[in-house]
């Protein structure tokens, strides 16, 4: 405290505050919002944390994953004949368990990408598509819907995904869900992997799989082969 003539002039002349009782700058005798009626309220500082989110990668295995969700009856048909127009057709119906939607994940809104993975015989990976499409848009609109509650349906006419055209991936009850994949190659624009066909020459059997970052698995193997000449690869099951 610094004395003038008769008066106190408390801390005013202090670069910090002694006594621990708050500063009085102005000298009106109050220290300190809000015993102090001219100093302001303390401002509060606020710090946002971001979150990035990572979109884990899906692939294929070299071998067939275990305990993924088996169809009552597959299809796995290949057309490899004509070079630019090959085509493929995917089914697992009549899913053996229960399948909720959450179980095909997200694609809709959220990151869930797509593997379907073909084997041979020997259980030896020969070929992949992949669809790592969450959430994105096909020629200006969603490229994934969700149906009826149900599960998601995918679609692009453009096959820019590997050449997958369409998708549909359904729930239900046991007995009711399904997985069916169509896709070709664009001749203007070809994005399937090919060669396939000719992998499963001759192969008395094959596995089909589709595969996800963060949802279930769904395949089974396929033994009922009706065609496998290098060019054209129908199999069915059970």
């Known amino acids: 405290m610094d004395v003038v003539g ?25 220290r300190d919002y809000p015993a102090d009626p001219n100093c302001g309220p303390p401002t509060t500082t606020t710090t946002t944390t971001s979150t990035t989110t990572t979109t884990l990668p899906v692939a294929c295995l070299p071998a067939p994953v275990g305990g993924c969700i088996a169809g009552g ?29 959450m179980q095909f994940g997200n694609p809709a809104t959220g990151t869930t990408n797509y593997a379907i993975c073909v084997y041979d015989g020997a259980n030896a990976l020969v070929g992949s598509y992949t669809v790592s499409r969450g959430g994105d848009t096909c020629d200006g609109k969603p490229c994934w819907s969700l149906k009826s509650g149900k599960g998601y349906k995918y679609s692009d006419k453009l096959t820019t995904a590997d050449g997958i055209k369409t998708m549909t991936l359904f729930g239900g009850d046991p007995g009711k869900g399904k997985v069916i994949i169509l896709g070709k190659n664009n001749s203007s624009a ?34 009922n082969v009706k065609k496998a000449d290098g060019e054209i690869f129908k199999a069915l099951g059970p």
Do not use: I, W, Y
């Open 6 to 30: 008769d008066h106190q002039l408390f801390d005013r002349d202090l670069a910090f505050d002694v006594d621990m009782l708050g500063l009085d700058n102005d000298g009106n005798g109050f």
């Open 73 to 101: 009856k597959g299809l796995l048909f290949l057309n490899e004949k004509t070079a630019g127009k090959e085509k493929l057709k995917v089914k697992l119906t009549k899913l053996q368990s229960l399948v909720l939607p």
């Open 190 to 223: 070809p994005t399937m992997p090919t060669g396939v066909a000719a992998a499963l020459l001759n192969q008395t059997s094959a596995t089909v799989q589709l595969l996800s970052n963060d949802a279930a698995c769904f395949g089974m193997s396929l033994p």
